[in-house]
């Protein structure tokens, strides 16, 4: 599900890694970028998305460079756990510990349901957008078509944009709701759009699956996201353990899944 990027909205200021050449990080690869998305427009009707759905979410999509710049400019993780825990973590701990009473009856329902606790949910949700407060303003879909249109991954990213257009068919969110990181997550604990179709579940019961506005649906598609890697109920979750090889397919960084963990942990021994 994870993107190529590394702890998403916080774990980003971490990254190191010396930017491409603005030529080469910018130049389209393979012709004209409206060609290109004529072509994503007919696999999508070919996919069966209604020609309402593509064209509300696809007229007037651009290609965005500054996109571009970004992806070529990661790198990977020059923060230590002991650096990056101490000073992701302690500034959340107080508010995570808020949440996990305020949110209770629906974090023991998730837990009853999916197995996952509720503090290594809200763990994740504050590690990724702090709870949601910086979920990202990217045009979703503007993303993933730009990154689907460069060569570095261009089949991975075509696959989520067909995925966003199939979220919007299905009625969960309109193309102007969809905003995210620049990468092409979702939401307040940053689901992509493949992730989106098969993990968001409607935990409010309004109908829709709304990982951006409604915490029932997010703290419960996260939970289902983690069962749908094999998280095993009532086991640990520290390094080492089946339920850290889990988390680590929520994201690779052993630095940020070990952070995750421990943040977790606190929270669940009420620190």
């Not at 002991?82 to 808020?98: D, T």
């Not at 209770?104 to 994740?124: D, H, K, L, T, Y």
């Not at 759009?193 to 703290?219: C, E, Q």
């Amino acid at each position: 599900m994870r993107p190529i990027t590394v702890g998403l909205a916080f774990a980003l200021l971490c990254l190191g890694g010396i930017a491409a050449p603005a030529s080469a990080a910018t130049a389209p690869c393979g012709g004209d970028f409206g060609e290109w998305l004529e072509g994503v427009k007919q696999e999508a009707a070919a996919q069966g998305i209604s020609q309402r759905t593509i064209q509300s979410a696809l007229s007037g999509v651009t290609y965005d460079p500054s996109i571009i710049v970004r992806d070529h400019a990661q790198g990977v993780f020059r923060q230590s756990f002991e650096q990056f825990s101490g000073r992701m973590v302690p500034p959340r701990l107080q508010r995570g510990a808020k949440l996990l009473k305020q949110y209770a009856p629906i974090f023991s329902r998730i837990e009853q349901q999916f197995g996952v606790p509720g503090a290594v949910i809200v763990a994740i949700w504050g590690l990724e957008t702090d709870f949601g407060a910086n979920s990202g303003k990217s045009p979703t879909i503007r993303s993933l078509a730009t990154l689907a249109y460069d060569c570095r991954r261009p089949d991975k990213f075509r696959g989520e944009v067909i995925a966003a257009l199939r979220i919007v068919d299905r009625g969960d969110m309109n193309p102007s709701e969809m905003r995210g990181a620049w990468a092409g997550e979702i939401g307040q604990t940053q689901f992509l759009p493949s992730s989106y179709l098969k993990y968001a579940v409607d935990y409010d019961g309004n109908g829709r699956r709304d990982l951006i506005h409604s915490v029932p649906d997010v703290l419960a598609s996260t939970g289902n996201y983690l069962k749908g890697y094999g998280w095993q109920r009532g086991q640990p979750w520290g390094e080492g353990t089946a339920n850290f090889q889990v988390l680590l397919q929520w994201n690779a960084s052993q630095v940020y899944t070990k952070t995750v963990a421990y943040f977790a942990q606190r929270l669940a021994e009420g620190e």
